[in-house]
């Protein structure tokens, strides 16, 4: 697509809840990144994904988040068990290559924990 | 630790005036860096980037960053500011050309007064 697509805009989910985030990438992007931007904070660096190489995880505050990339294409962030600290935005990116060129940012997921 | 920091979290300027917002990172080699824009409500807009080579850079809208390596500095510039222009900043450090991986700041804030 023309631009990075983030689903849905918005979620609201109950705490223990499982959420899905997904991302939409640009076509022929091969790098995927997921930042998380909580209130007042700067952005988190979560996941990265390139191309068919193992994804760098180092970013994932803890075992209840996981993240997978289908057919190097859209990307899926999955978050168990919710908490109310995990409430935040859910920044996508991609690029070409490596990504030191720049990235294109999704418009991002706010996600509310009650 | 790769780090950075933007030292002013909230800055208000007059329609009109010329605009510095201050960025230092901390990286033991060349870093590549950049600096977004994010609109309320808006994912994150490349302004500009810094690899290599003259170490004035033009970005979109106007803006300019100088880099600064003695002082470890990134500093963004604009002449003259628009009302359009009130948004949060973010420069940010790519830290392996391997990766992409890039550290954020905490962001400045920017309120133009008419």
């Known amino acids: 697509g023309a631009g990075v697509s983030q689903s849905p805009s918005n979620k609201v989910t109950e705490k223990g809840k499982d959420v899905e985030l997904r991302c939409d990438p640009i076509?022929?992007?091969?790098?995927l990144y997921w930042y998380r931007q909580s209130l007042g904070q700067g952005l988190e660096f979560l996941i990265y994904?390139?191309?068919?190489?193992?994804?760098?995880k180092s970013g994932l505050p803890s075992d209840r988040f996981s993240a997978e990339r289908t057919g190097g294409s859209v990307s899926t962030l999955t978050i168990q068990r919710t908490q109310q600290e995990d409430s935040a935005v859910y920044l996508c990116?991609?690029?070409?290559?490596?990504?030191?060129?720049?990235?294109?940012f999704g418009s991002g997921t706010r996600l509310t924990v009650v | 630790a790769q780090s950075v920091t933007q030292p002013d979290i909230h800055i208000t300027v007059s329609e009109g005036a010329s605009l510095e917002l201050r960025c230092n990172y901390s990286y033991g080699a060349t870093p590549y860096l950049f600096w977004y824009v994010q609109s309320p409500g808006q994912g994150l807009q490349l302004l500009l980037k810094?690899?290599?080579?003259?170490?004035l850079v033009q970005g979109i809208k106007g803006f300019e960053a100088e880099f600064k390596r003695s002082q470890s500095s990134f500093n963004l510039r604009k002449p003259s500011v628009h009302w359009s222009d009130a948004a949060e900043y973010f420069c940010?450090?790519?830290?392996?050309?391997?990766?992409?991986?890039?550290?954020f700041g905490q962001g400045t804030t920017l309120q133009v007064k008419p």
């Open positions: 076509s022929g992007h091969t790098a």
């Open positions: 990116a991609s690029s070409l290559g490596t990504g030191v060129t720049g990235y294109t």
């Open positions: 994904f390139q191309g068919n190489s193992a994804p760098d």
């Open positions: 940010a450090v790519g830290v392996s050309s391997n990766t992409g991986k890039l550290i």
């Open positions: 810094y690899f290599s080579g003259d170490t």
